[in-house]
């Protein structure tokens, strides 16, 4: 943690060390060190431009005596260069890239991030919104609450809000950034149309999240477009946690005719799906075929087939929409292009094998 010099005032302009002294030094210690207002020491500090030489240099020698740190909120805005990263499960891959590239923004732009876990818990959520208020953050980008049709805001939030995989408020002007989920799709069923699979399931998150909803529907269109049979069975909901891929591949494996290729709407769950099929010595894709979204995961054995969101260009976008909120208020709603990951989890068959 970086500390400023513990400080005392003696006289007007005269500031001396107190090395038992408990307290920072404060903006109000730099102004009177300067001889200026605090206003002043403010302006020099966040539009250093419209001071002058002079005063900047009175400003900025006092701010290097003292040993001022400046606090994060300005002082005319009152909001703090800090964003809240609010997710389900830090544990999955996507999120995990997600803050990788948002931290760097954050840290190339002299911003902070805080990663506000709420494992689906709206106690969690009111908390660090709560926190975030009484920081003064200057952007929440929110990608949480699967069992909640919208985020809980006050009723004079004044934080931007940048909502990722989910549905503008009706209520209230955000910002929506998503990846384009129908084309995510496209993808996976015309591959496996192409490697012969007729029958194919689909293994969605919760269905109250948009982009499993956009993905099952994206499922749904692909299958008609290509006259595939659509077979209640074969589809099915879950998590996005790997523990739905586990319970599916005992579900799907049990069926008397399985589908021959599945398409997970994670590659936590294909993760799930392909470690329970390893565990019991079932080969992947010997027997089924898999493949998933999001493509961030660069360690898993096999690599899983599936569609790469950007998390890199969805991070930018939203570090964009907060830092631009001024000039480009809200509502305003972007899709973000994927592209296509081949793996090892899909193989051909034999068109005898379609059963169809």
Do not use: W
């Not at 008609?224 to 049979?229: A, D, F, G, S, V």
């Amino acid at each position: 943690m970086i500390t400023g010099k513990l400080i005392t005032l003696t006289t007007k302009n005269k500031v001396t060390m107190n090395p038992n002294s408990k307290r920072f030094a404060s903006i109000r210690d730099v102004a009177k060190l300067a001889g200026v207002s605090t206003a002043t020491v403010s302006r020099v500090i966040n539009n250093p431009n419209v001071t002058s030489e002079k005063t900047r240099e009175k400003v900025l020698k006092a701010i290097q005596e003292c040993g001022y740190t400046p606090s994060s909120a300005t002082l005319f805005t009152g909001i703090s260069k800090t964003i809240a990263l609010f997710v389900l499960d830090i544990s999955n891959p996507f999120y995990t890239s997600l803050m990788k590239h948002l931290n760097r923004i954050a840290f190339e732009n002299e911003y902070n991030l805080i990663i506000c876990e709420t494992g689906d818990s709206f106690q969690k959520e009111r908390q660090y919104y709560n926190y975030c208020k009484s920081n003064r953050a200057c952007g929440i980008i929110y990608t949480a609450g699967s069992t909640r049709k919208k985020f809980e805001l006050d009723a004079r939030n004044s934080i931007p809000l940048v909502l990722i995989d989910r549905a503008q408020f009706e209520d209230f002007s955000s910002y929506s950034l998503k990846s384009d989920n129908a084309k995510a799709l496209q993808l996976l069923v015309n591959y496996l149309y192409r490697l012969n699979h007729r029958r194919i399931g689909f293994i969605g998150g919760p269905p109250a999240v948009q982009s499993v909803q956009e993905r099952y529907q994206g499922f749904l269109r692909y299958m008609q477009l290509h006259n595939l049979p659509i077979i209640e069975k074969y589809i099915q909901f879950g998590t996005f946690e790997e523990i739905t891929g586990v319970r599916y591949f005992d579900y799907f494996y049990s069926l008397s005719t399985p589908p021959t290729a599945i398409i997970a709407a994670s590659d936590q769950i294909a993760h799930g799906f392909i470690m329970r099929a390893n565990a019991l010595g079932v080969n992947i894709p010997g027997e089924f075929s898999i493949c998933g979204i999001d493509a961030v995961d660069e360690h898993f054995y096999p690599k899983i087939t599936s569609v790469k969101q950007d998390t890199k260009l969805l991070a930018q976008t939203a570090f964009n929409f907060i830092k631009n909120t001024q000039q480009v208020p809200p509502p305003v709603s972007q899709v973000i292009d994927v592209s296509f990951s081949i793996g090892q989890t899909c193989r051909k068959i034999h068109a005898s094998q379609a059963g169809l």
